[in-house]
T-cell receptor, first 109, second 113 residues
């Protein structure tokens, strides 16, 4: 099945810093989503981005499907950005979202 | 009402108990999913239902039994669980199972004692 790798696994930021999270995947996809998991476990939808670039406030994402990667940018980070960020993809023939291992982000005040 | 609602939020059960997890979606979707998140492991798909029919069973032990009575409700019936089944169980829904965005519930944190 499709493999999804996220990097870095852990990231510590000072409040106000910018950062880039990466998601690599092993095969063609027709769906890619970025999620933020809050401390209570809920997965919050950030972006549905099988290709192209999207922006939402301080967050933006870019997926280059032909090169099989996606990037999530966090600008002017805030302590509320702390948590785990997951990338998930759905292969061209699949019914399911396959998740990466996540990037754990800690933003310090 | 939130899009996908799971109950209970927390559950502690003994190994001989029988319990059920419930998921309800208010988004008009026709596909629903169960995922398991164990400590230090990626989220793993357990089951997929599309139009109330199970379309994927990801080699899940029979002590987990899903039920999808209609497109808005999904249950996970639990019996004779093991301590290693302790995890966060997440439900999701989407419109179709291909080029479509999935939305998740808040999860049920299960502890088996």
């Amino acid at each position: 099945g499709i493999q999804v790798e996220q990097s870095p696994p852990d990231l510590i930021l000072q409040e106000g810093a910018n950062s880039t999270l990466r998601c690599n995947f092993s095969d063609s996809v027709n769906n890619l989503q970025w999620f933020h998991q809050n401390p209570w476990g809920q997965l919050i939808n950030l972006f549905y981005i099988p290709s192209g670039t999207k922006q939402n406030g301080r967050l933006s994402a870019t997926t280059v499907a032909t090169e099989r990667y996606s990037l999530l940018y966090i600008s002017s980070s805030q302590t509320t950005d702390s948590g785990v960020y997951f990338c998930a993809v759905r292969g061209a023939a699949g019914n399911k979202l396959t998740f990466g291992g996540g990037t754990r982000v800690l933003v310090k005040p | 009402e939130t899009g996908v609602t799971q109950t209970p939020r927390h559950l502690v059960m003994g190994m001989t108990n029988k319990k059920s997890l419930k998921c309800e979606q208010h988004l008009g979707h026709n596909a629903m999913y169960w995922y398991k998140q164990s400590a230090k492991k990626p989220l793993e798909l357990m089951f997929v239902y599309s139009l109330e029919e199970r379309v994927e069973n990801n080699s899940v032990p029979s002590r987990f039994s899903p039920e999808c009575p209609n497109s808005s409700h999904l249950f996970l019936h639990l019996h004779t669980l093991q301590p290693e089944d302790s995890a966060l169980y997440l439900c999701a829904s989407s419109q179709g199972t291909r080029n479509t965005e999935a939305f998740f519930g808040q999860g049920t944190r299960l502890t088996v004692v």
